[in-house]
């Protein structure tokens, strides 16, 4: 069974940052797509960013443009996601996940408050 297991999040202040990590048990995993979700209380789950698996190209929700940036290390088989300038409204569940495969790992919290 694949696992996916996220860790880095925390209580931050607002314009504070966090760094994600997220660690695969997939073999395949250079060869698959990452990325992190997040689901706030009360609302739908959405996509943070995402990385492909050859020229790692990350692609980013607009709230999380010039902020956020994701990266890969298909050695370590983990992905990261580097958050800067942190507002309340990032408070939420941050996922992993591999794209296109029903794999979530337990979740890590984000709080932004002051």
């Known amino acids: 069974q694949v696992r996916l297991v996220e860790s880095g999040g925390g209580l931050v202040q607002p314009g504070g940052s966090l760094t994600l990590s997220c660690a695969s048990s997939?073999?395949?995993?250079?060869?698959?797509?990452m990325g992190w979700y997040r689901q706030a209380p009360g609302k739908q789950r959405e996509l943070v960013a995402s990385?492909?698996?050859?020229?790692?190209?990350?692609h980013y929700a607009d709230f999380a443009k010039g902020r956020f940036t994701i990266s890969r290390d298909n050695e370590k088989r983990t992905v990261t996601l580097e958050m800067n300038a942190l507002k309340p409204e990032d408070t939420a569940m941050y996922y992993c996940?591999?794209?296109?495969?029903?794999?979530w790992g337990q979740g890590t919290q984000v709080t932004v408050s002051s």
């Open positions: 997939r073999e395949m995993f250079r060869r698959l797509d």
């Open positions: 996940n591999t794209i296109g495969f029903n794999d």
């Open positions: 990385i492909t698996n050859g020229l790692q190209y990350g």
